[in-house]
Nanobody, 120 residues
Framework: QVQLVESGGGLVQAGGPLRLSCAAS????????MGWYRQAPGKQREFVAA???????TFPDSVKGRFTISRDDAKNTVYLQMSSLKPEDTAVYSC??????????????WGQGTQVTVSS
């Protein structure tokens, strides 16, 4: 069974940085794309960042230039480095990954989420 576990969330002042990590564990044969989403109270889940197995990254305009995403395939881990944080970045951040657990099929797994709160 595959699990994704996020860490690194917390309370940060506006303008500050924060780094999130998401580690995949379990029976993993291969990982394709990995990404981050967020959901603020009363709002729909929003795409934040994605990185392909080849290292290509994608961001929405709302975080472009402030957030970076990277991955360590040896550790099955994806990172989200956030800088110049704004109060509107406050949300629960969740990671996902497209994983082949060895069955030949690919599945998208999600972490449980980690709270990020940006104070003004």
């Amino acid at each position: 069974q595959v699990q994704l576990v996020e860490s690194g969330g917390g309370l940060v002042q506006a303008g500050g940085p924060l780094r999130l990590s998401c580690a995949a564990s379990g029976t993993i044969f291969s990982i394709n794309a990995m990404g981050w989403y967020r959901q603020a109270p009363g709002k729909q889940r929003e795409f934040v960042a994605a990185i392909t197995s080849g290292g290509r990254t994608t961001f929405p305009d709302s975080v472009k230039g402030r957030f970076t995403i990277s991955r360590d395939d040896a550790k099955n881990t994806v990172y989200l480095q956030m800088s110049s944080l704004k109060p509107e970045d406050t949300a629960v951040y969740s990671c996902n990954a497209n994983i082949n657990p060895g069955s030949g099929a690919w599945f998208t797994y999600w972490g449980q989420g980690t709270q990020v709160t940006v104070s003004s």
